[in-house]
């Protein structure tokens, strides 16, 4: 079992930056390929960012390539998703995952965090 749990979200204007952090226990959580997504009420989740257990294999949503960043701390514990020049589109509830393999698919992601709420005023 691997337990994921977001935080760093909250309410910033258009423009301005927040740091997403997702701590994973639970064993052996550094050989997932771990990713972000997002949802807004009536809107499909969509993936934001992966990243392999090695750092490598990035990928980010076309629309947040540029302004979003994604690491993982050497332990391969947490994984931070680092969201600068925000937009008010960017706004929704953040959710943290683990996978097997590398993929945008949230069907093959086993483990989900509670998600983070992230409110972009414009």
């Known amino acids: 079992q691997v337990q994921l749990v977001e935080s760093g979200g909250g309410l910033v204007q258009a423009g301005g930056s927040l740091r997403l952090s997702c701590a994973a226990s639970?064993?052996?959580?550094?050989?997932?390929?771990m990713g972000w997504f997002r949802q807004v009420p009536g809107k499909e989740r969509e993936s934001v960012a992966g990243?392999?257990?090695?750092?490598?294999?990035?990928y980010y949503l076309p629309s947040v390539k540029g302004r979003f960043t994604i690491s993982r701390d050497n332990a391969k514990t947490t994984v931070y998703l680092q969201m600068n020049s925000l937009k008010p589109e960017d706004a929704a509830v953040y959710y943290c995952?683990?996978?097997?393999?590398?993929?945008?698919?949230?069907?093959?992601?086993?483990?989900w965090g509670q998600g983070t709420q992230v409110t972009v005023s414009s």
């Open positions: 995952a683990a996978a097997d393999v590398p993929t945008v698919v949230g069907g093959l992601y086993s483990y």
């Open positions: 990243i392999s257990w090695t750092g490598g294999n990035i």
């Open positions: 639970g064993r052996t959580v550094g050989r997932y390929y």
